[in-house]
């Protein structure tokens, strides 16, 4: 095989290791950001910040304009 081939494999294979290392810790990052929303979601009401409202239509699958109080409070209730 060629040199193109072979940088192209260590590429591949450095990529695949990366994915595995980073891929345990996006999962703990989630869990975290997600006791994060909930206790702000716990200690306050509409309106939230951008950053909130985003993560509450990605769990609702709602527009953040159409979610309402009650919505927030099932999700944490």
């Known amino acids: ?6 940088r192209l ?3 591949l294979a450095k ?4 994915r595995q290392v980073n891929s345990v810790k996006k999962e703990s990052e989630r869990d975290r950001r997600e006791t994060d929303m ?3 979601l716990k ?3 509409l309106p ?4 909130v ?8 699958d709602k527009k953040a304009s159409k979610i309402e ?4 409070d099932s999700l944490v209730g």
């Not at 095989?1 to 072979?6: P, S, T, Y």
């Not at 939230?48 to 950053?51: A, D, I, L, V």
């Open 15 to 18: 990529a695949a290791s990366t």
């Open 53 to 60: 409202m985003s993560w509450l239509s990605e769990r609702l």
């Open 48 to 51: 939230y910040t951008p950053g």
């Open 9 to 11: 494999d260590k590429r």
């Open 1 to 6: 095989m060629g040199h193109r081939r072979d």
């Open 69 to 72: 109080q009650a919505d927030i």
């Open 43 to 45: 200690k306050g009401k």
């Open 38 to 40: 909930i206790d702000i």
